[in-house]
């Protein structure tokens, strides 16, 4: 187990820069997921800690150690790659065993390794079986057991779960979570599922474009998302973003008025966007006395809540209820925001407002 | 599919299977069967199918009348040296230009498959003047080198070029993690999944070895240093005209080994391919 420390990381493919400078400290022990859509270089940071890129400026240290210019095999790390990177024509136990086979160990310790990593990951009728005889979820615990039969130092996993149907994302899901409470080994998990990094993460660091947006706890960066992407990007149904102006009568967007938080650290007649989550609209039991009309535009029932899609003024947004709710479309209900879970950033999304 | 063809079609595609078989099938049934009749039946007509008469005594004179032992064997182990070595060279080759980045690759690997676009005939003469001056004409060496490092072996190299691209880049950066090096990712991953391509090579190596005749002709002139295809044609009377029984029996005896290696390898061809795994 290790520290991982990230500065002023870089990587450019000739003029093309991917990495612009990520900072990041990783405790010993810590779970923290790489978040962001397709292209953010959350893989690229990953396979440049792994040493399967080449880092093109800063520092990396593992531990100690500067790993920059270290091979994969001298970083003590093992990684869980998105195919599984199974090797076709090796048994189970030969795929776990190989990285410890090539390090030197005893025919007796490796078996013993094998055995227990196996024995936790409940593959031990499975060991002389070939990766094409296995089912997709048996193949990504295998892969976890090639990764943890050695105990290196810091555990890897590029989007490990993507091949799988959602039912068994969630079961691995709670695997690997699982896996990590035992072990407490320093994990780094790259996912664009803002589900997992949620429900896994100690920490989530949210990339765009190669650069960090913000680091945090998962329910920080829920609850207080430094600017409109992050805003945008942590939670689902996603947050509704209603663009207006800010006046002494609340924020003022094409129609209605909405009402503001009390702290706003921008001036009066200032341009800005209003977040605000799906779930943080109320209905209003008294139309006229509060809240705001909404045209509902459609009612999505979900069981233990339900989705409305409804036009506040110009704007259209999603409200969840937990409600039922007994109108039809077409027809106007009044609905409040949370004022206490507003959020408002700058016209152009990149700072927050409250 | 399978189901939907009635069993009158069914029999009539066989018939029609049956009528296509014959071009194959026919040359050698006639090899084998011409081989043990006396030379007059051979032309009869109408011609006998099936031998009126069996004269085993053609295999004996096979042996007598050429070392055709020392010639089998000349055969046999330059086709084994020939297979395994482009096997060897050809998977290296080939590995290096599907995943060692270095410069010019292509354009390298442009220039090595010129060479397919060259036929032997042009190059016969200068190799022979070369193998002269270093005083290899008559020696098996020509046989083995010009194979190995000439235009079989860079066709080989290019099967085994396409076969490496289509290996999925992961396997070798989980190796990598694991502590191996481009050596070992080479001989413990990359190789053993190329078994189907292997087999390939090994098959077409081979045969193109075995079948060899120009160059036996141009390199060799002693009867002890023949391969087999060149040895056919020593089987002929004193006016130069050929023994057909003999010549058929030496015949039949030559496409044995090939006949052998070919069910062998093809067997392997088809486990290799299930063993990979690398399908669905």
Redesign the interface.
């Known amino acids: 187990m290790a520290d991982v420390t990230l500065s002023d990381i870089r990587k450019s493919y000739g003029a093309v820069k991917t990495i612009h400078g990520v900072d990041l400290d990783i405790k010993n022990g810590e779970f923290v997921v790489l978040v962001g859509p397709s292209g953010c270089g959350k893989s690229t940071l990953l396979r440049m800690i ?3 890129e080449t880092i093109t400026g800063g520092t990396l240290n593992i531990g100690d150690r500067v790993v920059n210019d270290l ?3 001298d970083r003590d ?3 869980v ?3 599984y ?5 090796m048994t189970v136990a030969t795929n776990m065993g ?2 410890l086979e ?2 030197g160990a005893s025919k007796a310790e490796i078996t013993e390794r094998v055995n227990w990593a196996a024995g936790i990951l409940g593959l031990g009728n499975l060991l002389d079986r ?3 005889q296995l089912s997709g979820g048996q193949r990504q615990r295998v892969a976890m057991g ?1 990764a943890i039969v050695r105990n290196p130092q810091v555990f890897l996993f590029d989007e490990p779960l993507s091949n799988l149907d959602a039912k068994l994302r969630v079961v691995m899901r709670g695997e690997i979570k699982a896996l990590h409470q035992k072990l407490k080994t320093t994990t780094i998990y790259v996912t664009h599922d803002q589900v997992e990094a949620m429900t896994m993460a100690d920490r989530i660091v949210v990339l765009n474009g190669g650069r960090v947006e913000q680091i945090g706890a998962p329910l920080d960066l829920y609850d207080r998302p430094a600017n409109q992407f992050v805003a945008g990007f942590i939670g689902s149904p996603s947050m509704n973003f209603i663009e207006g102006k800010i006046t002494e009568a609340g924020f003022q967007t094409s129609g209605v008025v909405l009402p503001l938080p009390k702290s706003i650290n921008t001036a009066m007649g200032q341009a800005a966007v209003y977040g605000i989550r799906p779930e943080h609209f109320r209905l209003s039991d008294h139309p006229g006395h509060a809240g705001v009309p909404a045209e509902i535009v459609l009612i999505e029932p979900m069981g233990p809540e339900t989705q409305v899609t409804m036009k506040l003024g110009g704007n259209q947004v999603t409200g969840v209820f937990r409600e039922r709710i007994n109108s039809a479309p077409g027809e106007v209900m009044h609905v409040s925001p949370e004022v206490g879970s507003i959020h408002l950033f700058s016209e152009d999304g990149d700072t927050r407002l409250n | 599919m399978r189901a939907d063809i009635s069993p009158r079609t069914k029999v009539a595609l066989y018939g029609v299977m049956c009528v296509l078989l014959i071009p194959f099938v026919f040359p050698t049934w006639w090899m084998v069967t011409s081989s043990l009749k006396p030379i007059s039946d051979i032309f009869a007509f109408p011609p006998q199918l099936v031998p009126q008469s069996y004269d085993w005594t053609t295999y004996s004179k096979v042996f007598e009348l050429q070392p055709f032992v020392q010639q089998y064997w000349n055969s046999a182990y330059i086709a084994a040296v020939v297979t395994v070595g482009t096997m060897i060279i050809s998977s290296m080759a080939g590995y290096a230009f599907a995943r060692i980045r270095f410069p010019y690759a292509n354009a390298v690997f442009m220039i090595v498959l010129l060479g397919l676009l060259i036929p032997s005939e042009v190059t016969i003469v200068p190799l022979f003047q070369m193998f002269l001056k270093a005083g290899m004409v008559n020696t098996h060496w020509p046989l083995i080198l010009v194979p190995i490092f000439g235009a079989p072996s860079v066709f080989a190299t290019f099967v085994m070029r396409q076969f490496f691209v289509t290996l ?1 880049a ?2 070798e ?8 090096g481009r050596f ?1 990712i080479f001989t413990r ?1 990359a190789l ?2 190329a078994k189907p391509a292997l087999a390939s090579v090994a098959i077409f190596t081979f045969l193109h070895s075995w079948n060899l005749f120009l160059e036996p002709i141009v390199f060799l002139s002693s009867a002890e240093m023949f391969t087999l295809p060149q040895a056919l044609t020593q089987y002929t009377d004193a006016y130069g005209g050929p023994m057909w029984n003999i010549q058929l029996a030496a015949a039949t005896l030559t496409a044995l080994p090939v006949l052998i290696v070919f069910v062998i390898a093809q067997k392997q061809f088809v486990e290799g391919l299930a ?4 399908k ?1």
């Open positions: 792994a040493g399967l091979d994969p095999k790390i093992a990684m790659f998105q195919s990177a199974l090797y076709p024509h190989f990285s090539h390090r070939y990766p094409r090639r | 999925p992961e396997l950066e989980a190796a990598r993690v694991d502590g191996l070992k991953i053993p999944l063993h990979t795994g690398l669905g």
